[in-house]
């Protein structure tokens, strides 16, 4: 018991001695020479100074490194929120871009027909294996709309109208449709013929029939409208050729072409607000080119 008590009082004088002489010595004036007890306690404390200061600044590294990761992940999710953001702006910005390009050229197009035009807007398609045919809804209300008015867009002709499927929703047959036909020239020499779909299941293609074999119709030659028979605007273009047969003999040449007009990204369109449209197909007579 004696032992236990005079434990705990050394045990006591030294917590309180240590700090005391460790504070002396650390105040002591450096201009004087240190005393022996000094000299021991500065030796004894500066490994454990120099522990404590090594541990105090890992520690101190090691928070900052912390706190700036926190903040660096705080910063990251704020930018990548805001990149989200810039993405679906940049994104609803380009949409809006495409959508004036597509109606500036409607617009001049539109400014460029003498006749009366209305716009539309394609709201639903049908190209099964018997009919090439859209939907299309008037911007203003009509009640004229007949059949075989002429349908353009910016990029050529789109077909003909079918009927009023119900108020301003009119139902266009593209040129592509085996039933269409459209009274062409090749822009480049003149040449002369009738373009109708081959309503082909597969892709959008149509054949000028009354091409005389003699005409110079070469690959990549574009058919516009030649302004007679189906009334559509003259100049506008309907295909361009992919395919050119000629045999040795026979009054006419096979031609194939693909329409101008992308069916697929069909949304605007103009009808035509033609009273007499005529879709009678050419004679040979008419067909030909007098000399």
Same mark, same amino acid.
Not at 79 to 107: C, F, G, M, P, T
Not at 262 to 278: A, C, G, I, N, Y
């Given at each position: 018991?004696?032992f236990?008590?005079?434990r705990?009082i050394?045990?006591?004088?030294?917590?309180?001695?240590?700090?005391f002489?460790?504070?002396?010595?650390?105040m002591r004036?450096?201009?004087q020479?240190?005393?022996?007890?000094?000299?021991i306690?500065?030796?004894?404390?500066t490994?454990?100074?120099?522990? #404590? $200061?090594?541990?105090?600044?890992?520690?101190?590294? /090691?928070?900052? =490194?912390?706190?700036?990761l926190? &903040? %660096?992940k705080?910063?990251?999710?704020?930018?990548?929120?805001?990149?989200?953001?810039l993405?679906?702006?940049l994104?609803h910005?380009?949409s809006?871009e495409?959508?004036?390009?597509?109606?500036?050229?409607?617009?001049e197009?539109?400014?460029?027909?003498?006749?009366e035009?209305?716009?539309a807007?394609v709201?639903?398609?049908?190209?099964?294996d018997?009919?090439?045919?859209?939907?299309?809804?008037?911007?203003?209300?009509?009640?004229?709309?007949?059949?075989?008015?002429?349908v353009?867009?910016?990029d050529?002709?789109?077909?003909?109208?079918?009927? #009023? $499927?119900?108020?301003?929703?009119?139902?266009?047959r /593209?040129?592509? =449709?085996?039933?269409?036909?459209v &009274? %062409?020239?090749?822009?480049?020499t003149?040449?002369?013929?009738?373009?109708?779909?081959?309503g082909?299941?597969h892709?959008?293609a149509?054949s000028v029939?009354?091409?005389?074999r003699?005409?110079?119709?070469?690959?990549?030659?574009?058919?516009?409208?030649?302004?007679?028979?189906?009334r559509?605007?003259?100049?506008?273009?309907v295909?361009?050729v992919?395919k050119?047969v000629?045999?040795?003999?026979g009054?006419?040449?096979?031609v194939?072409c693909?329409p101008?007009?992308d069916?697929?990204?069909?949304?605007?369109?103009?009808?035509?607000?033609?009273t007499?449209?005529d879709?009678t197909?050419?004679?040979?007579?008419?067909?030909?080119?007098?000399?």
């Amino acid at each position: 018991m004696k032992f236990q008590r005079y434990r705990d009082i050394v045990i006591v004088v030294l917590a309180l001695a240590v700090p005391f002489w460790f504070l002396r010595a650390s105040m002591r004036d450096p201009r004087q020479q240190a005393s022996g007890p000094d000299r021991i306690i500065v030796q004894v404390a500066t490994p454990v100074q120099a522990a #404590a $200061a090594t541990l105090a600044r890992g520690v101190s590294n /090691l928070w900052g =490194d912390y706190v700036y990761l926190v &903040d %660096v992940k705080k910063d990251n999710a704020s930018l990548a929120s805001q990149n989200s953001r810039l993405r679906d702006r940049l994104v609803h910005l380009e949409s809006l871009e495409a959508e004036n390009k597509r109606l500036k050229r409607l617009l001049e197009l539109k400014e460029s027909i003498p006749d009366e035009v209305v716009s539309a807007v394609v709201i639903g398609k049908n190209t099964n294996d018997f009919f090439r045919v859209v939907r299309v809804t008037l911007d203003k209300s009509k009640n004229n709309v007949g059949k075989n008015l002429p349908v353009i867009s910016p990029d050529g002709v789109v077909g003909t109208t079918i009927h #009023a $499927a119900a108020g301003d929703t009119v139902d266009v047959r /593209l040129v592509a =449709d085996a039933g269409s036909g459209v &009274d %062409v020239i090749v822009e480049r020499t003149g040449a002369r013929g009738y373009a109708s779909g081959t309503g082909d299941e597969h892709e959008y293609a149509c054949s000028v029939q009354y091409v005389q074999r003699t005409d110079e119709v070469e690959i990549g030659d574009l058919m516009v409208t030649s302004g007679v028979g189906a009334r559509f605007p003259k100049g506008i273009p309907v295909c361009s050729v992919t395919k050119v047969v000629k045999r040795d003999f026979g009054i006419y040449q096979q031609v194939t072409c693909t329409p101008t007009v992308d069916f697929s990204r069909l949304e605007e369109v103009l009808v035509v607000m033609s009273t007499k449209p005529d879709l009678t197909p050419p004679t040979d007579a008419t067909a030909a080119p007098k000399k």
